[in-house]
C-alpha cells in the first residue's frame, strides 16, 4: 500500500520538475529582451551617438542604468545556459557545454563593453570642464571607448549569438522539445548573421542596411518565439520522455 501511494508523487515530480526548468529558461529569454532593447535604443544613445559626450552636460545616470541593463542581459543570458543545461545535456552533453561556455563568453564580451560605457562617464565627470583638461585628448579617448563597446556589440550579441543558434539550435532540432520551426529560424539565421558581421567588421557593411536586418531576423524570431514557447507551454512531453536517461549519460 505505501509503494502504491508514493509511485504518484514520483511521477508528478520529474514533469514538474521539468517546466520549471522550461519556465525559467524560457522567462529568462524574455529578461534579455525586455532589457536590451530599451539599452541599447535610449538609455544608451546619448554616450553612442553624440561624439562629444565626454565634453557636454552628459546624461550620466540614463547611461549608467543602460549599461546596467546590459549588465542584466549578460547575467540572463547566462542563466538561459545553465538553466537548461541538465536538460540538454541529456541529448548531447559536448553540445550543451558548448553552450554554456559560448553564453559566457558572450557575457564577458557584453560587459567590456559596458566597462567602456562607463569609462566614457568617469571621464566626463572627472576631466570634462576643468580648466586644464585636454579637450582633445578627451575626445579620442572617449570616442576610442566607444568603439571598442561597438566592437563588443558586433562580436558579442553579433558572433556570439550566432554561434549560440547553432548550438542551442542544433540541441532543441534533434531533441524536438519544442516545435522544430522555432530551432530551424535559429539554424537559418545563424550563418546570415556571421556573414553580415563579418562583413560589418571588415567595413563593408553596417547595421543599417537591408542585409543586416534580414541576417538579425531569423535570429531575434528564434530567440523570441523560444521565450515564449518555453514560458508558455514548456517542454514537448513526447520529446522529453524520449531524451535518454540521466544515468545512461556518458
Known sequence: MTTTMHTP???????DSMRRTAFLGGALYLVTFAASIPAAFYFLAPVLDDPEYVLGAGADTRVITGGLLDIVVA?????TAVVLFPVLKRQNQ??????VTSRLLEAAIIVTG????????????????????????????AAGLV??????????????AAVNALLLGTLMYRSGLVPRLIPLMGLVGAPLLLAAKTAT?????DDTT???????????????????????????????AALPPVQALR
Do not use: K
Not at 201 to 205: A, D, L, M
Not at 218 to 231: A, C, M, V
Open 94 to 99: 559536448t553540445l550543451a557545454l558548448g553552450f
Open 201 to 205: 567588421v571588415y567595413g563593408v557593411n
Open 9 to 15: 508523487a514520483v511521477s508528478r515530480t520529474v514533469p
Open 210 to 240: 537591408v542585409w543586416s536586418l534580414v541576417a538579425l531576423a531569423p535570429i531575434f524570431l528564434w530567440e523570441l518565439s523560444l521565450g515564449i514557447y518555453l514560458t508558455v507551454w514548456g517542454f514537448r512531453p513526447s520529446a522529453v
Open 75 to 79: 547575467v540572463a543570458g547566462i542563466g
Open 114 to 141: 559596458v566597462v567602456s560605457l562607463l569609462a566614457v562617464v568617469t571621464l566626463r565627470q572627472g576631466l570634462a570642464g576643468a580648466p586644464d583638461a585636454d579637450t582633445g585628448s578627451l575626445s579620442t579617448t
Open 147 to 160: 568603439a571598442v563597446r561597438d566592437l563588443t556589440f558586433h562580436v558579442g550579441p553579433g558572433f556570439m
